[in-house]
């Protein structure tokens, strides 16, 4: 236990892109409103797309669950560092946040294609 420096201020990123993300999955799904930054590509116009509403049925579940994943990573590596150390279920953690960032990235670029 003890202070990593860069390692810890990483979670604090991600534990704050976390709630981020689910806030966008919340303005997606009340809203309709695409934000940007964990919805599409650099390269795609948010007006361009063709049914909002299909894609805010297909992308809301994932990016909660992206966002999900993101803040109990975070608060378990966060937990570990100053509180107890859980290395079994930090690595868990870990493994789970990586390949949810994978299959998300791929959702992305699966819904792009079909919605714009």
């Not at 695409?34 to 990016?63: E, H, V, W």
């Not at 990573?73 to 509180?83: D, F, G, Q």
């Not at 150390?85 to 699966?110: D, G, P, R």
């Amino acid at each position: 236990m003890g202070f990593d420096g860069i390692f810890n201020m990483l979670d604090v990123l991600v534990l704050g892109f976390g709630f981020y993300a689910m806030y966008s999955a919340f303005v997606l799904q009340r809203e309709g409103r695409i934000i940007r930054t964990f919805l599409i590509q650099k390269d795609t116009d948010p007006d361009s797309c063709r049914d909002l509403q299909g894609y805010a049925n297909y992308m809301s579940p994932r990016l909660w669950t992206l966002g999900g994943v993101m803040v109990a990573y975070s608060a378990i590596s966060l937990i570990n560092t100053y509180v107890v150390e859980i290395n079994t279920l930090f690595w868990l953690m870990m493994a789970a946040f990586l390949a949810v960032l994978a299959w998300y990235a791929m959702e992305v670029k699966k819904a792009a294609k079909k919605y714009f």
